[in-house]
């Protein structure tokens, strides 16, 4: 039997090949950068970066899933955005100098990577294809953050659950690792109400419901009744 052969390269280093800009990079600049990314990992219901701290860099979501979130001195809880395995967020703290405005909490437990603030702007002065997924990111965030301002001043509990379920948020999954209580805290809705919506979505055969899993069966219609179909 051939020996299992097994990837000793560092995990950050494995994360940032994944990423095209990264790859275009002269090799220099790749070593120079793997070598300063850092990583933090926190546990399930963890405020893994704080409000009011300074911005150390942007950021990456290796494993798990985190929301952004702040609280208002009457104590409601504003949800803006959640990231999943894969995602980078954080560009617009980035780009400021100013604290960061918001809590990032652990849904689960969770690993994120910081690019640090001088090789973001070095790359933002050097890089063509940085800038360019720079741009696109900030394009679906624009994207994102208007339907959520219509999500939270218009839309029925059962449109807003559809669009949180729609590509615009997950895009190119269509089988979500998603429980109903990380749903309910993105969508900021009770967990009872998204349970409920989620079973009437599944008796309409929209949805499929496992645990921990939600299926996305008819996504057409599901974009019907949230209300992004063209």
């Not at 301002?149 to 089988?175: D, T």
Request: with cysteine; charged share 25%.
């Amino acid at each position: 039997m051939r020996p299992m052969l097994v990837d000793q390269t560092p995990h950050p280093t494995r994360f940032l090949a994944c990423q095209p800009w990264f790859t275009q990079l002269p090799q220099e600049a790749r070593e120079r950068i793997a070598a300063r990314v850092s990583v933090r990992s926190g546990r399930k219901g963890e405020v893994m970066l704080h409000a009011g701290d300074p911005v150390r860099g942007w950021y990456a979501v290796t494993s798990g899933l985190v929301t952004l979130q702040s609280q208002s001195a009457q104590g409601r809880l504003s949800v803006f955005l959640g990231a999943q395995a894969g995602d980078w967020f954080g560009e617009g703290s980035a780009l400021k100098d100013e604290p960061r405005r918001y809590d990032v909490v652990a849904l689960r437990d969770s690993e994120l990577l910081c690019l640090p603030r001088a090789e973001f702007d070095e790359l933002r002065a050097t890089s063509l294809a940085f800038n360019q997924l720079l741009v696109a990111h900030l394009n679906l965030r624009l994207g994102q953050a208007m339907a959520m301002i219509e999500a939270e001043r218009i839309r029925s509990p059962e449109q807003r659950v559809a669009l949180y379920l729609g590509r615009l948020f997950w895009p190119g999954l269509r089988k979500l690792r998603l429980s109903q209580e990380e749903l309910a805290n993105l969508v900021g809705l009770s967990r009872q109400t998204v349970n409920r919506v989620l079973k009437q979505f599944e008796s309409e055969g929209l949805v499929s419901l496992e645990f921990g899993r939600i299926g996305i069966v008819d996504e057409s219609a599901l974009a019907e009744r949230a209300g992004t179909r063209p």
